[in-house]
């Protein structure tokens, strides 16, 4: 591997692995919280990206297709899909909160089920071009060629991270959760609104995944109803390589598994299509060796 190839492909793990990172934060959130696997994220960062081209399309016409819509796209995207979050948290999830483990998750995959599929009806199955005229100016390293386009995206991404880690760490509400999520029994009698708590943990994972869908969809340059499918799992894997429930995990799973699919399919004899096959080998992998992941710990259940 040349020293160029090295470069550039710390780029792309570095891009990749940040939008898998903001997606994942919402899988370690909710599961930190109530212990559920939320599989219908990967919807909501679809539809993320669905209300960002809406919004996108109307405001490019007053503002243009540059950073200033696309930053436009990307808070409204956060605040309406947060939104959607904290309906899907009152009217699916939280009817079942004291149900069996098994039945919560099978209620996770019908919502993600009916994301999907009014997608689907919605768009026709077709994909959308999410035009933007971002350009391609950037820096040259050696022959590789960075656009600012990615510096600020990665930026952004953690930018969004560390502000996540902030409130999660620094305030109150913050402590809310890390209190719901050690003993939620003892938070409600210690006077904690749980039921307010938690919808707000669905709002802010879910408008990080929306963030992502927007970012996503401005640098790939199009959207589709099934873009949310591998990334929610491949999201999924880097909350488990991270410590599923660990905020800092997600963060780390998410780039490190994309700087893995970035230089596993530019290795000798191994193409593009094996990315898959490492990503979820190495899920597998820590499932067997390490299921707490890097940063995780050991939960002892009470009964």
């Not at 386009?149 to 620094?170: D, K, P, Y």
């Not at 800092?248 to 994309?258: D, V």
Request: aromatic fraction near 12%; hydrophobic fraction near 55%; include cysteine.
């Amino acid at each position: 591997m040349t020293l160029d190839l090295l470069i550039q492909q710390l780029v792309n793990g570095l891009i990749v692995g940040s939008f898998y990172a903001l997606i994942a934060l919402g899988y370690s959130m909710v599961f930190g919280v109530i212990k559920l696997l939320n599989f219908a994220h990967g919807d909501i960062y679809m539809n993320g990206a669905f209300v960002g081209l809406i919004v996108f399309s109307f405001v490019g016409i007053w503002v243009g297709n540059g950073w200033l819509g696309v930053v436009c796209a990307l808070l409204v995207s956060m605040l309406v899909v947060g939104l959607l979050g904290v309906v899907i948290e009152r009217f699916a999830y939280r009817p079942m909160r004291n149900a069996p483990r098994l039945s919560i998750l099978i209620t996770a995959l019908g919502a993600s089920m009916v994301l999907n599929g009014t997608a689907l009806a919605l768009t026709g199955g077709r994909h959308y071009a999410f035009n933007t005229d971002l350009g391609f100016a950037g820096v040259d390293i050696s022959t590789v060629h960075i656009t600012y386009t990615q510096m600020v995206l990665v930026a952004a991404s953690i930018a969004l991270m560390a502000g996540m880690q902030a409130f999660v760490s620094r305030t109150m509400y913050g402590k809310a959760m890390r209190a719901v999520s050690i003993d939620m029994g003892a938070s409600r009698l210690m006077g904690i609104d749980v039921d307010r708590v938690i919808a707000l943990t669905f709002f802010m994972g879910s408008a990080l995944a929306a963030g992502g869908g927007v970012m996503a969809g401005a640098y790939y340059g199009s959207v589709h109803f099934f873009m949310g499918f591998i990334m929610g799992l491949k999201a999924f894997t880097a909350a488990v390589i991270g410590g599923i429930g660990s905020v800092p995990g997600a963060m780390l799973g998410g780039l490190l598994l994309g700087l893995l699919e970035a230089f596993g399919s530019s290795l000798p004899f191994v193409g593009s299509e094996w990315r898959d096959v490492f990503v979820f080998g190495t899920l597998i992998l820590f499932l067997v060796f390490k299921p707490t992941g890097l940063l995780g710990r050991s939960v002892v259940e009470r009964v």
